[in-house]
C-alpha cells in the first residue's frame, strides 16, 4: 500500500521560509517521479507547485517565480519543498503526489 505523508505545514509571516517534507513508502522511490501540489480552497482546484522525476529534473508552477526549491532525497524515501519569500497567496493546503496517490495534506498559512 503506497502512503505519502506529509509535514512541515504551520504559520509564518510574509517573506518568511517553510520546508515542507512528503515521507512515502509502499512504493519504489527512487522510481518515482513526485509532485507537490496546493489547494487554496476546498471548493477550487489543486495546481501543481513543482515536479520531480526520477532523474531529478525539476518543473515548477510559473506563480514560484524562483522562490520554491523541490529536492529528493531517496536514502530517506522523502521529497521536500523548500518555500522562501513567502507571500499571503501562498496560504492553501499543500499535497504530495505520486502515480495516482495522494497524501493528506499540511496546511500553510501565510499572515501579512
Known amino acids: 500500500q503506497v502512503q505519502l505523508v506529509e509535514s512541515g505545514g504551520g504559520l509564518v509571516q510574509a517573506g518568511g521560509s517553510l520546508r515542507l517534507s512528503c515521507e512515502i513508502s509502499?512504493?519504489?522511490?527512487?522510481?518515482?517521479?513526485i509532485a507537490w501540489y496546493r489547494q487554496e480552497e476546498p471548493e477550487k482546484r489543486r495546481e501543481l507547485v513543482a515536479?520531480?522525476?526520477?532523474?531529478?529534473?525539476?518543473t515548477y508552477g510559473t506563480f514560484v517565480e524562483g522562490r520554491f526549491t523541490i529536492s529528493r532525497d531517496n536514502s530517506k524515501n522523502t521529497v521536500y519543498l523548500q518555500m522562501n519569500s513567502l507571500k499571503p497567496e501562498a496560504t492553501a493546503v499543500y499535497y504530495c503526489?505520486?502515480?495516482?496517490?495522494w497524501g493528506r495534506g499540511t496546511q500553510v498559512t501565510v499572515s501579512s
Open positions: 503526489r505520486t502515480l495516482h496517490y
Open positions: 509502499g512504493t519504489t522511490f527512487s522510481a518515482r517521479a
Open positions: 515536479n520531480i522525476a526520477a532523474v531529478g529534473k525539476t
